[in-house]
T-cell receptor, first 110, second 117 residues
Framework: QKEVEQNSGPLSVPEGAIASLNCTYSDRGSQSFFWYRQYSGKSPELIMFIYSNGDKEDGRFTAQLNKASQYVSLLIRDSQPSDSATYLCAVNDGGFKTIFGAGTRLFVKA | GAVVSQHPSWVICKSGTSVKIECRSLDFQATTMFWYRQFPKQSLMLMATSNEGSKATYEQGVEKDKFLINHASLTLSTLTVTSAHPEDSSFYIC?????????????FGPGTRLTVL
């Protein structure tokens, strides 16, 4: 059973701080890794993807991948109240199915 | 690019009726579409995966005769909830994957909120 694990949270950070979201996965054959953001009552929105070890930066977001340790993380710099949402980690092995984690709820306090 | 639409965005129906939800990829061809259900404050639950022109693959515990999925073209998949009951009330979300993106990204539709009275 392939699994993607995330801490459900809530993770609470003050405005302007760095929010760090973590995810581990069980399938060593995983190839593509995604972070989705889901606001309450809305559907998930893709914010980042990463496929090679290391860091990938896009604006205030940085995705980090460590395949040896089987973890992927998302850093949000200068967190804003509008970043408050549930963040879903997703992992694909190159096949049809992408496995989603249950999500981490993030609260950014003004 | 990579826009997925769903229709309707919300629907209220009486118990025992059937409801059809459409999912369309607007600017790319979706070889694979996924249907999810999400109850309040819970995580996404994959219901089924469908590939264009073939029968859907349902996840364990999902009744295929109750949740009919049709993926007739590369841009359209439909989910029909047959004989809906109040416990079917949920947020139904489709996603599509295909000739968009580079790494098997799934693009989600905006979701359909179903309320069964």
């Amino acid at each position: 059973q392939k699994e993607v694990e995330q801490n459900s949270g809530p993770l609470s950070v003050p405005e302007g701080a760095i929010a760090s979201l973590n995810c581990t996965y069980s399938d060593r054959g995983s190839q593509s890794f995604f972070w989705y953001r889901q606001y309450s009552g809305k559907s998930p929105e893709l914010i980042m993807f990463i496929y090679s070890n290391g860091d990938k930066e896009d604006g205030r977001f940085t995705a980090q991948l460590n395949k040896a340790s089987q973890y992927v993380s998302l850093l949000i710099r200068d967190s804003q109240p509008s970043d408050s949402a549930t963040y879903l980690c997703a992992v694909n092995d190159g096949g049809f199915k992408t496995i989603f984690g249950a999500g981490t709820r993030l609260f950014v306090k003004a | 690019g990579a826009v997925v639409s769903q229709h309707p965005s919300w629907v209220i129906c009486k118990s025992g009726t059937s409801v059809k939800i459409e999912c369309r990829s607007l600017d790319f061809q979706a070889t694979t579409m996924f249907w999810y259900r999400q109850f309040p404050k819970q995580s996404l639950m994959l219901m089924a995966t469908s590939n264009e022109g073939s029968k859907a693959t349902y996840e364990q515990g999902v009744e295929k005769d109750k949740f009919l999925i049709n993926h007739a073209s590369l841009t359209l998949s439909t989910l029909t909830v047959t004989s809906a009951h109040p416990e079917d009330s949920s947020f139904y979300i489709c996603s599509a994957r295909g000739q968009a993106g580079n790494y098997n990204e799934q693009f989600f539709g905006p979701g359909t909120r179903l309320t069964v009275l």
